[in-house]
């Protein structure tokens, strides 16, 4: 199988060797406030908070070939023009390579014995893109060359700038200031932020309308200004007045043999007071921008501001290592895994090349999720991200099923009733206590539906949580569906024969009648964790009324949620089995064998062990477990979208990967090493990179969302990369429960779940301000079970690390 590239695990990067890879390969800028998405041939644009309401550049979605639009180079060498980056000009290049790091990319393409490197990142505390490129002339002669920039503006809401044709080609407005040139659509009347593009040196000319720039007839790949530029002759001042306004610098190059030269362009997003937008009549108050301008006028500040982000990268990933036997599960462990966990966790399922930014905004189910991948590296925007998501909780427990991040507010349009989602919270807020041990998060004061009347304490929420299950049950005394639980196309009470109709939002029956296994299991494994946060508040009566809810639940799953090998997935709304041997298609579902096991229902008398090897025996492929079999054929409206798919995607089965974690869990919990390792490996990018890279399809460094199933034709290759559940549900199942280090209420478990074959690996894990450096040595050969734990040289009862509040490092041995 063909490979495209390399890691380059030392200096925590993907290596692209072509720009040719099978579909753009990308990467993420930024960390706070300000994203962009770069793709391997800088394709890409960025927004500032929110991919809807605040684009700054504009992006062509599905376009063919796809891929158009981005941050673009043109060189001009006599009459041969290229891109460093391949794209858009796609002339042939003598050396390309694409270098996808930690907040930054870096992409050289070489042509003629010129050589360019670009370096794109957004600088810590930034708000915007810094591009430095370095020019080489390798050649022996001198050389004289025309350097092009290009990026296009996007009018700010990104939907309208995609739909509104009537009004926003008449409102594009820039102005020009040396070698800035400055966006300011709407400025004049609502608007108090515009954007700007600028370049550390003088410039020969500029192009700030996009026609001008490309001629009426071309397109990116071959614009007029670049092909028909004659240095000296030619001029460039083309200014955006309504249409659409771009921002493209002319300069003018001259290199001794040997010699480099360095430009730092700036893309940045400025906000203006509202009573000082003015400098005079119809002219922008420019001083924000120009402080960010200087900011990063050398090439120096630049290398600075590199070496500043780098730190925060190597602090962030210094807090779970591991080092093991095998390459492929450190680099999942060390960096891809845990760089994709804190990307999904910043953009939730908003802005990917499968999420147009649009759509979507901060899922309540996803964000919750996300969390538990994430905490241990910034535990505060953590808990922040809690208190935003708590607050667009329904005072009964429910929750809106997402908001926009720019406002906090949750999005009426989708609405809420998918009744998994307040347990998610109860989730994220037991993972945010058990990392820091900050238990004062209960008594924040935190609003319903955004309203400050309704406030009360966090721990208020997560009763509401629970009890929405609770006062939501069906005639099985399993819980009530709603809209649909975490699979979000399995929708029992929608019942469509519309075309056009969503899914997601259409109107349902009352849904007294559809239940979910799903969440029965959820609410046995997380509600457990319900019940010790009130423990430990000493809320014993409370805890006590909970446990037994959680016990009278277990019951049932056993009962009405038992198919005799394995779990059921729910009652549809005429009580017929959905996930069962009696049902034509889709017998056996992964989701409720993930979670029951979780939650140790049937763990005694052999179910849970039934249960996964059912999920074996029907689910299991070289490239995954599939979602569910038989793939359904046919339409079924009492199902909705799951049915909608054709057999082998999405959720069709496919292989999702964001609940083969679940399995893979409950292997653990079962002891089951090997198995745990076999399902974990098929799926992790790194150990398909070496098998599949072509087939695969996307990128081989993150998770996609899911990898097309058995029944499909394409089967093993994969779609929506980036920003996925998966990426939260693997580190944790890696790292807490094959690896085992696990952190709970009061101490770090050590309770690894490896092949049989592993001699050990070695971990280090900062916990609440020490460092644990720990050696696991697998003397007995075996799956699971600890033996005997040392601390410093001291052994101790259990498995357990108690909370030291030395901040020292303590070294930890471990013998299974
Ligand atoms: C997809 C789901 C997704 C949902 C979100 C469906 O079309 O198949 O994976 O969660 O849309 O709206
Ligand atoms: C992706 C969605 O973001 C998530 O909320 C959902 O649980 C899965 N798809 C499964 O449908």
Avoid at 67 to 72: E, H, L, P, V
Avoid at 119 to 126: A, E, I, Q, S
Avoid at 682 to 703: D, F, N, T, W
């Amino acid at each position: 199988m063909k490979k495209y590239g390399f890691f380059d695990d030392a200096a925590r990067e993907y290596v692209i060797t072509t720009p040719q890879t099978p579909y753009p390969w990308i990467n993420y800028l930024g960390t706070q406030d300000f994203f962009s998405l770069i793709s391997n041939t800088a394709g890409g644009y960025c927004f500032y908070k929110d991919a809807r309401l605040r684009r700054i550049t504009r992006y062509r979605y599905n376009n063919v070939p796809v891929d158009m639009n981005g941050r673009y180079f043109y060189i001009k060498e006599g009459s041969d023009v290229w891109s460093p980056g391949w794209k858009p000009v796609k002339n042939d290049l003598d050396d390309y390579k694409c270098r996808h790091g930690m907040g930054y990319t870096v992409i050289h393409g070489t042509k003629n014995k010129l050589a360019a490197e670009a370096l794109f990142f957004v600088p810590m505390n930034f708000n915007g893109e810094v591009h430095k490129i370095k020019l080489t002339n390798e050649s022996k002669k001198k050389k004289k060359f025309t350097l092009f920039s290009m990026a296009e503006f996007c009018l700010w809401n990104a939907h309208d700038d995609f739909t509104n044709f009537q009004r926003n080609l008449n409102t594009g407005e820039v102005e020009v200031d040396g070698s800035t040139i400055y966006h300011k659509t709407e400025y004049r009347e609502r608007r108090n932020h515009y954007s700007f593009y600028t370049v550390n040196t003088e410039v020969a000319g500029f192009h700030s309308d996009r026609d001008s720039f490309t001629g009426r007839y071309n397109g990116f790949e071959a614009p007029e200004a670049v092909m028909k530029w004659k240095p000296g002759k030619s001029e460039a001042k083309s200014v955006g007045d309504g249409w659409s306004p771009i921002a493209s610098h002319v300069i003018e190059v001259t290199l001794e043999p040997g010699k480099s030269e360095e430009f730092v362009f700036v893309l940045g997003y400025v906000e203006v007071e509202n009573d000082d937008k003015w400098a005079k009549p119809g002219v922008i108050n420019k001083k924000n921008a120009k402080a960010m301008i200087k900011k990063f006028n050398t090439a120096s500040a630049v290398n600075k501001a590199m070496a500043e982000m780098k730190k925060f990268w190597d602090d962030l990933l210094s807090r779970y290592t591991v080092k093991s036997g095998d390459d492929k599960l450190n680099r999942m462990v060390n960096i891809w895994n845990q760089y994709q966990c804190i990307v999904t966790f910043n953009l939730s399922r908003s802005a990917s090349y499968f999420e147009s930014g649009i759509g979507r905004g901060m899922g309540f189910r996803d964000s919750n999720q996300d969390i538990a991948g994430f905490v241990h590296q910034l535990p505060d925007r953590a808990r922040q991200r809690i208190i935003d998501l708590a607050s667009t909780q329904f005072e009964n427990g429910g929750a809106y099923h997402q908001y926009q991040p720019l406002t906090k507010k949750g999005n009426n349009e989708v609405g809420g009733n998918f009744n998994d989602d307040p347990l998610w919270l109860i989730y994220s807020v037991a993972s945010y206590i058990k990392e820091t041990g900050d238990w004062d998060i209960l008594k924040e004061s935190v609003p319903f539906d955004n309203n400050p009347a309704t406030a009360k304490p966090l721990l208020d929420h997560l009763s509401a949580s629970f009890h929405h299950v609770i006062n939501n049950l069906g005639p099985h005394g399993l819980p009530l569906i709603g809209r649909a639980d975490w699979n979000d196309c399995l929708n029992l009470n929608c019942f469509s024969t519309t075309p056009d109709e969503s899914f997601q939002t259409c109107t349902s029956k009352d849904g007294k009648t559809a239940e979910s296994v799903l969440i029965a299991g959820m609410f046995a494994c997380i509600g457990k964790e319900y019940v010790r946060i009130l423990k430990h508040l000493g809320k014993k009566a409370e805890a006590e009324v909970a446990q037994n809810h959680i016990d009278k639940m277990k019951k049932t799953i056993l009962t009405a949620g038992w198919d005799g090998e394995w779990f059921v997935r729910a009652y549809d709304d005429n009580k017929q089995k959905v996930g069962s041997k009696e049902c034509g298609e889709g017998k056996i579902f992964i989701e409720s064998q993930g979670f029951c096991v979780m939650a140790e229902v049937g763990v005694d008398d052999g179910k849970a062990e039934k249960a996964l090897e059912s999920a074996r025996k029907y689910l299991d492929t070289d490239h995954g477990l599939v979602l569910l079999n038989p793939a359904y054929t046919k339409y079924h409206v009492e199902l909705g979208e799951v049915s909608s798919y054709p057999p082998g995607y999405k959720e069709n089965a496919g292989i999702f990967c964001h609940n083969n974690p679940w399995i893979i869990i409950a292997e653990t919990i079962l002891g089951q090493g090997d198995n745990a390792f076999s399902h974990y490996s098929k799926i992790a990018p790194a150990y398909r990179e070496e098998k599949y890279s072509e087939l695969h399809r996307m990128e081989p460094y993150v998770y996609p969302q899911m990898i097309a199933g058995k029944d499909a034709k394409r089967h093993g290759e994969a779609k929506n990369s980036w920003l996925t559940g998966t990426a939260a549900w693997n580190f944790v199942t890696v790292s807490q429960w094959i690896l085992g280090i696990r952190p709970d209420y009061d101490g770090l478990i050590i309770d690894p779940c490896i092949p049989s074959t592993w001699p050990g690996f070695k971990a280090t894990r900062k916990f609440r301000g020490a460092t644990f450096n720990i050696t696991v040595k697998n003397e007995s050969k075996s799956c699971k079970g600890v033996r005997c734990l040392t601390i410093d040289g001291k052994a101790i009862p259990g498995n357990t690390i108690p909370v030291f509040t030395d901040g020292k490092a303590h070294s930890v041995v471990v013998i299974m």
